[in-house]
T-cell receptor, first 114, second 113 residues
Framework: DGGITQSPKYLFRKEGQNVTLSCEQN?????MYWYRQDPGQGLRLIYY???????QKGDIAEGYSVSREKKESFPLTVTSAQKNPTAFYLC?????????????FGDGTRLSIL | SQQGEEDPQALSIQEGENATMNCSYK?????LQWYRQNSGRGLVHLIL?????REKHSGRLRVTLDTSKKSSSLLITASRAADTASYFC?????????????FGGGTRLMVKP
């Protein structure tokens, strides 16, 4: 079955440590997105990518980095510069060029501070 | 900043009752989408309504869009305990080249058996 896989489901970060969240999709989608969700809140866009080797900052990119070396993969690194990383992180994908297609989401990674 | 604001933030009803959630937004849109999120899970797309549409149905879901008031509503009829979840509206703006969505804060729905 096609879908988006995020791993790990839970992740713990120590002070000063960078951690990387994985997102893989087999939907053949060109566009991929990373969102941050704080408790009881909506989603905020961190980064997005419309095509391999290209990505753009979203609303809250500071302290995060991404890469898009393969169409299927869009990993997110939470760097030590992100001082409040505790949140639920969601990855999504969709087709490009069609404005009326929904986004498909993974089941998220919950990041906490040790 | 969030484009959409949802009302109410939380809603508790009995099984069999209808649930109505509202979403307001600020700028002109290409389409508006509703998503559902079960606790600790990702979002699942429910329904999309284009800016030139006024009403759309999907099973027990009915969505309306009023572009003059910049608002939308989601109605779930004959609710079930399994409908308990958070519901989010998301808007795609007209000048959006990246197919990006802006999400509201969500409505947490609890359906009591």
């Amino acid at each position: 079955d096609g879908g988006i896989t995020q791993s790990p489901k839970y992740l713990f970060r120590k002070e000063g440590q960078n951690v990387t969240l994985s997102c893989e999709q087999n939907l053949n989608h060109d566009a991929m997105y990373w969102y941050r969700q704080d408790p009881g809140q909506g989603l905020r866009l961190i980064y997005y990518s419309q095509i391999v080797n290209d990505f753009q900052k979203g609303d809250i990119a500071e302290g995060y980095s991404v890469s898009r070396e393969k169409k299927e993969s869009f990993p997110l690194t939470v760097t030590s510069a992100q001082k409040n990383p505790t949140a639920f992180y969601l990855c999504a994908s969709t087709t490009t060029g069609f404005s009326n297609q929904p986004q498909h989401f993974g089941d998220g990674t919950r990041l906490s501070i040790l | 900043s969030q484009q959409g604001e949802e009302d109410p933030q939380a809603l508790s009803i009995q099984e069999g009752e209808n649930a109505t959630m509202n979403c307001s937004y600020k700028t002109s849109i290409n389409n508006l989408q509703w998503y559902r999120q079960n606790s600790g899970r990702g979002l699942v797309h429910l329904i999309l309504i284009r800016s030139n549409e006024r009403e759309k149905h999907s099973g027990r879901l009915r969505v309306t869009l009023d572009t003059s008031k910049k608002s939308s509503s989601l109605l779930i009829t004959a609710s079930r305990a399994a409908d308990t979840a958070s519901y989010f509206c998301a808007t795609r703006m007209n000048n959006n080249a990246g197919n990006m969505l802006t999400f509201g804060g969500g409505t947490r729905l609890m359906v009591k058996p």
